[in-house]
């Protein structure tokens, strides 16, 4: 089971740029599918990004798609998001969260499919 820590949350004016890194312990790191999801203040968890393990496939949230950038290097543990033009509605909580090997019949877009999650960074975006 691997062990993951976001980083690279902040504050930011709107329209900026951030790059959230979720560093992951574990030597088949690869294998796995990771997702980002965003927590606001009296709202739900919700799914912004994921990418499949090996194969690399992504998928987004249609109200970050087009601004946001999910990828990972596994020769470092890590996946980033990448966002940009940033807007005070994206401000939450951001975590990542992971699971081996899915089989495609798993919605990754939904909480439920991963095992293991990150603490948290926030994001804050000031208008």
């Known amino acids: 089971q691997v062990q993951l820590v976001e980083s690279g949350g902040g504050l930011v004016q709107a329209g900026g740029s951030l790059r959230l890194s979720c560093a992951a312990s574990?030597?088949?790191?690869?294998?796995?599918?990771v997702g980002w999801f965003r927590q606001a203040p009296g709202k739900e968890r919700e799914f912004v990004a994921a990418?499949?393990?090996?194969?690399?496939?992504?998928y987004y949230a249609d109200s970050v798609k087009g601004r946001f950038t999910i990828s990972r290097d596994n020769a470092k543990n890590t996946v980033y998001l990448q966002m940009t033009g940033l807007k005070p509605e994206d401000t939450a909580v951001y975590y990542c969260?992971?699971?081996?090997?899915?089989?495609?019949?798993?919605?990754?877009?939904?909480?439920?499919?991963?095992?293991?999650w990150g603490p948290g960074t926030q994001v804050t975006v000031s208008s």
């Open positions: 990418v499949r393990g090996t194969v690399g496939i992504t």
């Open positions: 574990g030597r088949t790191f690869s294998t796995y599918a």
């Open positions: 969260a992971a699971r081996r090997t899915p089989d495609w019949s798993t919605n990754l877009r939904t909480s439920s499919a991963y095992d293991t």
